[in-house]
């Protein structure tokens, strides 16, 4: 990205309204990828991703698909709109006394997803509980072995209800819970995707110094996205088995990562990890790859130029 300067104003901007695209397009699969990795041994609703849809659809209907969306639509702006920037900040200062070599870029992208989680834990908690509830609603019905005795059903809470709720209980640490196994997916990814993007939209560029055609930083972002993705999909399993606060009678509750990791080997075996991995790429691969051609476009110099000028 050392191709164009970009004002910070303009990073924001750009990162914040590809969140908003991205996230509108793919959430549905978002959804379905939630579900199937909470999914345990013995209360297994959905057999793939297009059976969660299709089974969502039936019990919730069409909107259903959208549960926990305004979360995400509210908080992925500032989220990707950080992530970016922060990328962008920690790459050109590591450039400055020379090269910027991969280990380099790997720094950058450490820095970027340790800045993210700011947003992102509280975030996923969120929308976790939000997506989720259908699929213990529908378990009730479906399944109700997996319920236990003398459960009553109860109204779906909105994602006020729950912050509320998280605050009452155990302050603000409520909306962070799962940060630990959070930073373990979102550090990797960076590590992986920032890196794997700029090389990757380098061998496209026009020239020496000519930026990228834009459907190269698209299929750039899509193929670096969904990489980083499947690479650190393990670590995104812990981290929704974590956030979760409701389950059936006959999952398994833990207490930290460690726990997790050992519960799901013993009871649900290595490929448990690999949960909603292809949903995950789905997700990642066109948000990342629309939120690099909004980045390349410049639709935030583009909307910060009907700004007044300052006068000197």
Known sequence: MADKQISLPAKLINGGIAGLIGVTCVFPIDLAKTRLQNQQN???????????????????GYFGMYRGAAVNLTLVTPEKAIKLAANDFFRHHLSKDGKLTLVKEMLAGCGAGTCQVIVTTP?????????????????????????AAGTVETKSPTAMQITRELLREKGIAGLYKGLGATLLRDVPFSIIYFPLFANLNNLGKRGVDGPAPFYVSFISGCLAGSTAAVAVNPVDVIKTRLQSLTRGSTEDTYSGVTDCIRKILRNEGPSAFLKGAYCRALVIAPLFGIAQVVYFLGVGEFLLSFLPKKDN
């Open 42 to 60: 013995g209360s297994r609703l959905y057999t793939s991703m297009s059976d969660c849809l299709i089974k969502t659809i039936r019990s919730e």
């Open 123 to 147: 975030m996923e908690m969120l929308k976790i509980q939000l997506q989720d509830a259908g699929r213990i609603a529908a378990q009730r019905k479906l399944m109700p072995e997996t319920v």
